[in-house]
């Protein structure tokens, strides 16, 4: 059967998923995770639920799923060895330099390729599998069908997909907007979340009404807030269409959440509640954390795939509101002062909490949250609850705004949603090492190995010669079995006479074996400490490549400030005998071809890639051409062809110098590289070659987008649709360019 995965951000969330049913959760430790401001995982944390675990068959996923640059090496390898001795189920990344460090020096950890990765292709799976990873998180944006025909063609590859939670309106990993306006990178952890906050809209005057068109209504919005994605209808279908993984977003999110969730897609995924059970348990959800809902791109598309069908279903954005808004709780029918009268659309009780929306001050319209401190019948009479279809007067604020009648008020929480704390006085997980004793006369010596080193130590005993038989062996093993709050416990024990007694005839004093078991474990402890925590081994310093210097990376953009180039559109212009200048970027005697980072035809987008190329060739400009990479379903097509110079290019980041080398282990002759856009650092003498660096002169797209501006968020129809336009959005006297072809969204700086 599928697996159910849950957030953990917290150790109670997991707990409370275990219990609900999930099996398995995902979680982040205190560094290096792509929710930074969860609460995360210490060491303790993570084995206390492994021991869990492990007693209930579940399974644990480690998050390690941020970029990193050289001064944060180190540290990375820290984790990893914390991650390493607990042991996990997989390890979900996004930086190839984490990826090589853990095929290199963690070989017991298995890899998960992030949703960070942006693979939404056939080619880009299949990579992460010839890299060595057992498990793609797949891109939210994917259809049915796109997820159907990537299973079938990757059999052997384990395929998580998203069912639950909030949608980026960037392709994950390619967004750069918080970076680029609050100096927080989405890819270090630290997303602002832009896509959440309004902006107000003008038309392109250059363009006709027809490609630059302004719906009333719509002059300011939150164009790039998207829908939540509630795929509970679909996820039979993913079960049988064999993928291994459902995911349920919300790291940030809390207990409750995690148990609502829980229950409502075990029930799912079992088919064993009725279709009202099923309901109220989508409800339960939904008030613990909504946006608007839809089925997302997998099934609310309303495409099989990048073809340009009219859409009908309903639209993917959330523009009128980014945020919770529950369900409807109540119509409003009379409003007084200090009360309104209302129609229960669903049960009601004090303390739950409600909301109505308002204009507002500082955005367009803003919410008012209160929790219920009265309901009323209809003679007065107070009330602890309302039931759906009874008409009763509720409390509203007693400060600030009032509803108007005839509007809805909405149930945002629930007086009894938080779950009852689940213990967290677990005993943490035993790492056991095989021990051997050798007793002496005066000594006892202990031994093991630990990471390849041996620990010895000596402790005085007094030995006697016992009164009647003993079990020498039964005796140690019963007592250094026990561990106590140690991280390690004991393997296989074995054990050397030479006291010149009959083993049988050895006693050892039960008050000195007990002190020397506290003191060799902890000793084991602070070995562990020392290890975790201790010095990183100076790497030895790699034979230097020579690698082409690339052009200012600003300059290999279009006059719309896109950092790639249409393959579709080459294709065509080579096909009428068009030549490269004016047409490829050209630098220092070179012509500079970056491809797109999204491909969702990947068929046609390597056909038309090679169109390219076969021409390229055969007018003599192959040569001097260089190919940028922006994508790991690329890599492939890079590896194969002959005569191709290609680059890895801003979307395939290098921030340290294990990405640099996993980049030459890849593709040895790769031709050169930009750092990661995101810094200017870097360790040059760790560095297998010299990467390119990007100016802050450089801005990169905001957002690349499968959302289609004019659809999802003007919500205009398809019909009749150029499948292409232009506009601007103001915020906070910023502007930039929205730009839509062929329905991908692209936003920049103007």
């Not at 979340?193 to 002059?219: H, N, V, Y």
């Not at 393997?491 to 009959?502: D, S």
Request: net charge negative.
């Amino acid at each position: 059967m599928t697996e159910l995965a849950l957030p953990a951000g917290s150790l109670q969330a997991a707990l409370v998923a275990f219990n609900e049913g999930a099996d398995a959760v995902y979680l982040g430790m205190r560094n290096f995770s792509a929710r930074k401001e969860a609460t995360n995982f210490s060491l303790e944390d993570l084995s206390k639920l492994k021991q869990l675990a492990n007693e209930q068959d579940k399974k644990i996923y480690v998050a390690l799923n941020t970029l990193i640059d050289d001064s944060q090496l180190p540290e990375v390898i820290k984790t990893l060895r914390q991650i390493a001795f607990i042991g996990c189920d997989g390890v979900i990344v996004q930086d190839l330099g984490v990826a090589r460090l853990i095929q290199s020096q963690f070989p017991s950890l298995a890899l998960h390729g992030s949703t960070q990765l942006s693979v939404h292709t056939i080619e880009g799976v299949q990579e992460l599998q010839r890299m060595g990873f057992t498990r793609a998180v797949l891109a939210r944006e994917l259809t049915l069908e796109e997820i159907r025909k990537i299973r079938d063609a990757c059999p052997d590859m384990e395929l998580k997909v998203f069912i639950h939670g909030a949608l980026c309106y960037g392709f994950s990993g390619l967004c750069t907007a918080s970076e680029q306006l609050c100096g927080r990178s989405a890819n270090c952890g630290a997303c602002a979340q832009i896509c959440r906050s309004w902006f107000s809209l003008e038309a392109d005057p250059t363009q006709s009404a027809a490609l630059s068109p302004t719906p009333e209504g719509k002059e300011t919005g939150w164009y790039f807030s998207m829908s939540d994605l509630k795929a509970g209808d679909v996820a039979k279908t993913l079960d049988e269409m064999g993928i291994d993984s459902l995911k349920v977003e919300g790291r940030m999110k809390g207990p409750a959440y995690t148990l609502a969730a829980s229950r409502y897609y075990r029930a799912v995924l079992d088919g064993t509640a009725s279709e009202e059970e099923k309901q109220q348990l989508e409800e339960a959800l939904s008030i613990v954390f909504a946006r608007r809902q839809t089925r997302g791109w997998l099934a609310d598309y309303g495409r099989s795939g990048h073809n340009f069908e009219v859409r009908t279903a309903p639209t993917l954005g959330s523009t009128s509101y980014p945020s919770h808004r529950g369900i409807p709780a109540a119509q409003i029918k009379v409003v007084k002062k200090e009360y309104a009268i209302v129609t229960a659309l669903h049960d009601l009780a004090i303390r739950d909490g409600l909301m109505f929306f308002t204009k507002g001050k500082k955005d367009p319209i803003e919410a008012v949250k209160f929790s219920l401190s009265g309901i009323f019948d209809q003679t007065g009479r107070s009330l602890a609850f309302a039931y759906k279809g009874e008409t009763v007067e509720v409390d509203l604020p007693q400060s600030g705004p009032l509803p108007h009648a005839g509007e809805t008020l909405f149930l945002i929480s629930s007086h009894d949603q938080n779950p009852a704390l689940v213990s967290e006085s677990i005993p943490t997980t035993k790492y056991l090492l095989d021990t051997s004793v050798e007793v002496m006369e005066k000594d006892m010596i202990l031994t093991t190995v630990f990471d390849g080193k041996t620990i010895c130590h000596t402790y005085e005993i007094e030995v006697n010669k016992a009164r009647k038989e003993q079990d020498l062996q039964q005796h140690l093993e019963n007592v250094f079995s026990q561990s106590d709050t140690s991280y390690f416990g004991l393997g296989k024990i074995t054990y050397e006479n030479k006291t010149g007694l009959e083993d049988n005839r050895v006693f050892l004093p039960l008050s000195w074996l007990k002190a020397i078991r506290r003191d060799w474990y902890a000793c084991l402890d602070n070995e562990l400490a020392r290890w975790m925590t201790g010095d990183i081994e100076k790497q030895d310093l790699p034979t230097k490549v020579e690698k082409e210097v690339l052009p200012a990376r600003e300059n290999l953009c279009t006059k719309d400030g896109l950092p790639y180039l249409d393959i579709s559109t080459l294709a065509k212009q080579f096909a009428d005998n068009k030549k490269p200048e004016g047409i490829l970027f050209f630098e220092e005697d070179l012509f500079y071809l970056p491809l797109s980072p999204v491909m969702f035809d990947e068929q046609q987008f390597f056909k038309d890639l090679n169109s390219v190329i076969t021409y390229l060739g055969l007018e003599g400009y192959l040569e001097k051409t260089r190919i940028g990479l922006n994508n790991i379903g690329q890599l492939n097509w890079a590896r194969v062809q002959k005569n191709v110079s290609c680059f890895f290019d801003i979307y395939l980041p290098l921030g340290n110098s294990e990405s640099a080398k996993m980049a030459l282990d890849l593709l040895p002759d790769l031709t050169g590289a930009y750092l990661w856009m995101e810094q200017d650092y870097h360790e040059k003498e760790l560095w297998p070659f010299t990467p390119t660096i990007v100016s802050k002169e450089f801005s990169p797209p905001l957002f690349i987008s499968r959302s289609c501006f004019r659809h999802d968020s003007l919500m205009l129809s398809c019909e009749g649709c150029p499948l292409k336009g232009s506009w601007y959005v103001t915020q906070q006297n910023h502007r930039y360019h929205v730009m839509v072809n062929e329905c991908i969204t692209t936003v920049v700086r103007a």
